[in-house]
């Protein structure tokens, strides 16, 4: 994973939000970052933005709740 090379928190957002290809999900995924960087879980940042789908922040919300978020799906930029 991105932390697992090294890459902080922030920097793995934001590098994630640079590979996505639809410019909405970028903006959602930058958006959410700051928001995440600013103490917000990922799944209520990320469900915020009104950009990705129930069963994903479904997973999401179930990966913050066991602590196993990281393996909750292809997330790279989370911590474990």
Do not use: C, K, W
């Not at 793995?12 to 930058?30: C, G, I, K, N, W």
């Not at 928001?35 to 209520?44: N, T």
């Not at 129930?54 to 799906?73: K, S």
Request: overall charge negative; glycine content about 6%.
């Amino acid at each position: 994973t991105l932390l697992d090379a090294g890459v902080d928190y922030d920097e793995s957002m934001r590098l994630t939000a640079d590979v996505l290809h639809a410019t909405p999900l970028q903006r959602a995924v930058d958006r959410a970052r700051v928001d995440v960087m600013a103490g917000l879980e990922l799944s209520e940042a990320l469900d915020d933005t009104r950009r990705f789908e129930v069963d994903v922040i479904q997973v999401l919300e179930n990966g913050e709740a066991t602590g196993r978020l990281h393996a909750a799906g292809h997330f790279d930029f989370l911590p474990t």
